[in-house]
């Protein structure tokens, strides 16, 4: 009787610990650990955004250029330390009034705007819905990006990467999800992805 009563109270105290670890674990936050930047060198620079697309793209989507590079920009003035980004209407009047645009010396062109660097983006996929599902809303943006020391004329990029992003990430998007509203997370979850290779970033340990 009196090992059983000993092993028991024993054992009691373990449970209420391991219990008591599992509520405790509930409340501490998720390990993470630092991702560095990929390009870090547009702290405190100012940055002009050129946005190419091909021609059905832009046909489909009149304000493509402007739009991807303003969500851009504010992904940047977010999270990079002490940038300045041109005022993306100012690159797209000058894209508008200038059709030799893409074949300048990209350096050049952010030049054009008192600019430290370009960033360029050439968009290769932009869509709102599933490509083997067309009644299916789901956002695809891919890119290719390219950084340019302004300060090196006919220079190779100093920094360049593809970005892909998927929007909503798990799958097609909630029944009665518009294409307005996909397109415009897509678009912010792009700009996220975009600005993630330019800064040190905190993330969840899986």
């Known amino acids: 009787m009196t090992m059983r009563i000993v092993a028991v109270s024993f054992v009691l105290p373990l449970a209420l610990v391991s219990t008591g670890c599992k509520a405790l674990a509930l409340f501490l936050p998720e390990p993470t650990k630092t991702v560095p930047a990929e390009y870090p060198y547009l702290v405190d620079k100012k940055v002009a955004i050129a946005v190419k697309a091909p021609d059905e793209m832009q046909f489909e989507y ?3 250029h402007w739009e ?3 969500h851009v920009r504010v992904a940047l003035e977010s999270t990079v330390r002490g940038v300045t980004v041109i005022e993306p209407k100012k690159v797209v009047d000058y894209q508008r009034s200038h059709a030799d645009w893409e074949t300048m010396d990209s350096a050049r062109l952010g030049r054009e705007f008192g600019a430290d660097r370009l960033i360029e983006i050439e ?3 932009y869509t709102t819905r599933e490509p083997e599902s067309p009644h299916l ?3 695809h943006i891919s890119a290719a990006l390219r950084v340019f020391n302004t300060e090196y004329a ?3 990029p100093a ?5 892909h992003t998927v929007y909503p990430p798990t799958g ?3 029944y009665g999800a518009t294409d307005r509203a996909i397109r415009a997370a897509t678009m912010d979850a792009f700009a996220q992805d975009v600005s993630a290779k330019f800064y040190d970033r905190q ?3 899986k």
């Open 68 to 70: 991807v590079a303003d």
């Open 154 to 156: 006919n220079s190779q």
């Open 159 to 163: 920094y360049q990467a593809d970005v």
């Open 172 to 174: 097609p998007g909630q």
């Open 137 to 139: 809303y789901r956002g």
């Open 203 to 205: 993330v969840t340990v």
């Open 123 to 125: 968009l290769t996929q």
């Open 62 to 64: 009149a304000n493509i």
